[in-house]
């Protein structure tokens, strides 16, 4: 599409807004920038907004005219599809895009695109460490915390982005066509925006609507949703597997990860040869050697990076040892999947911190994988109650509610023993108590930094 002088409406002054504007204005269109929450100030939202860029902002709600002149819209991803006031533009017959949509447009170079409910952002940051090493020009963007579309108009044909992508960005796709995808698995999330599993795996599907067989999409065969899904894969498949041998993919056997040919393997690495803890880190792992295979980086040089590769900011974190216990942040932990992979990874009696924003989880399948590690279950936040009601039905006795979260530390501090580990999983989203998991997570490391080494 041709922006040049088109009326475009950004819907959200988030960063993925701010981001739309920019690009939308050096791609020569109009843009209008638009927020119905009616506790923003205007001109405070124009201070985002870098010297130079123009745009109009309207704070609350969009009078009629301005509306009706609207040539595309622009949603930022916590913007729901199927509000009555995006149906009116779609009615109307005006495109709906996204950020990745819009990027993706004004965007040069090859594309790499990863998703999944759990383990999209160590994935992605791996998956650009290796690309990095190989490619002189590297972008990592999307809803890892970089808006795309700040790095779309300064790309070029050489440029590789590696973006990382959720449900809510996938929903408003259109043309978007990477060379190499990955949907890592599909899991309960993120049902209070789209109220079915089959809208949001539909969701997930969307990274690789507008790929055929000439380009690659990495599945998890150990996922129900995704083993079905290769089934009618657009893109030639390309699979890995944490349980078992396969005769075509990437797979762990014991502690080694091996490469099938046509049913013929080579040992790749062994996974104590890496930094990263937990079998969903292997996973990861695996997905970002498929994913950095298919693009032809030789295997030397992806084992390289991934030996060295530092575990991800707030997904099983070590953060210290106080008195004899490890502490252990995975803030990013917000649904019960991703939660699990953080218990799995712990090899010693655990103290755990859980609850949050309620978004519709259910949590027996959490609970049941504690296997017998968690002795004592803190749990703060809206689900508190529904999370401790569900514990019990388990068996587990030793819930404490707690009303803030420097109480649920105290707490931990409390009950942790020396060769203990407490860690931070919450299972929940962080909404609510806190504007998101990093600040979160940052506070529980804070938490954990200032501690005594004695009492």
Same mark, same amino acid.
């Given at each position: ?5 088109? +009326? ?36 405070? /939202?124009?201070? +985002? ?68 409910? !759990? ?18 020009? /590297? ?39 990477? @060379? ?18 089959? !809208? ?83 996973? !990861? ?55 699990? @992979? ?39 936040? @809206? ?52 504007? !998101?998991?990093?600040?979160?997570? @940052? ?13």
């Amino acid at each position: 599409m041709d922006l040049q002088g088109k +009326k475009v409406l950004v819907v959200g002054s988030g960063l993925s807004g701010i981001g739309a504007v920019q690009a939308l204005h050096h791609a020569g269109a109009a843009p209008l920038l638009f927020d119905e929450n009616e506790k923003l100030n205007a001109e405070e /939202v124009r201070r +985002k907004l870098p010297s130079g860029i123009i745009a109009e902002v309207v704070i609350g709600t969009l009078p009629e005219e301005q509306n009706e002149s609207v040539e595309l819209v622009v949603l930022s991803p916590g913007v729901p599809t199927d509000t009555a006031f995006v149906e009116g533009f779609r009615k109307r017959g005006v495109k709906i895009w996204g950020e990745i949509e819009l990027a993706y447009e004004l965007g040069k170079g090859s594309v790499i695109a990863i998703t999944g409910t !759990n383990g999209k952002t160590t994935t992605t940051s791996l998956v650009g460490a290796i690309m990095s090493a190989h490619c002189k020009d /590297v972008d990592v963007v999307g809803n890892i915390g970089n808006p795309y579309t700040l790095t779309a108009l300064d790309s070029t044909e050489e440029t590789v982005t590696v973006a990382e992508i959720s449900s809510f960005q996938l929903e408003t796709i259109d043309r978007f066509k990477p @060379q190499v995808s990955a949907i890592l698995n599909v899991t309960p999330d993120h049902l209070n925006r789209h109220h079915t599993m089959e !809208n949001y795996a539909a969701a997930k599907e969307a990274v690789c609507r507008n790929q055929t067989k000439e380009e690659t999409c990495v599945l998890n065969y150990e996922n129900s949703y995704t083993r079905a899904f290769g089934e009618r894969c657009p893109a030639r498949v390309v699979w890995f597997s944490s349980q078992r041998k396969l005769e075509d993919g990437f797979y762990l056997e014991g502690d080694e990860i091996f490469h099938a040919d046509g049913g013929a393997a080579e040992r790749l690495m062994d996974i104590h040869d890496m930094r990263l803890v937990g079998v969903c880190n292997v996973e !990861n792992v695996m997905a970002a050697m498929a994913v950095t295979t298919a693009c032809g980086v030789p295997m030397e040089k992806i084992l390289s990076v991934i030996r060295t590769f530092a575990p991800v900011e707030h997904r099983i974190e070590f953060v210290a040892t106080k008195r004899g216990v490890d502490y252990y942040n995975d803030s990013k932990g917000t649904n019960p999947d991703a939660a699990i @992979q953080g218990i799995r990874a712990m090899d010693r009696p655990t103290v755990l911190i859980g609850g949050g924003y309620d978004k519709q989880s259910e949590y027996d399948e959490w609970i049941e994988a504690f296997d017998g590690k968690v002795k004592c279950l803190v749990l703060i936040g @809206q689900t508190r109650e529904k999370i401790a009601a569900c514990a019990k039905s388990h068996g587990l006795s030793n819930v404490v509610l707690a009303d803030t979260f420097e109480e649920a530390f105290a707490v931990c501090v409390e009950k942790a023993e020396p060769g203990d580990a407490v860690l931070l999983s919450p299972a929940c989203a962080s909404w609510g108590m806190f504007p !998101n998991y990093e600040v979160r997570g @940052q506070m529980f490391k804070e938490m954990v930094n200032h501690m005594e080494e004695s009492c």
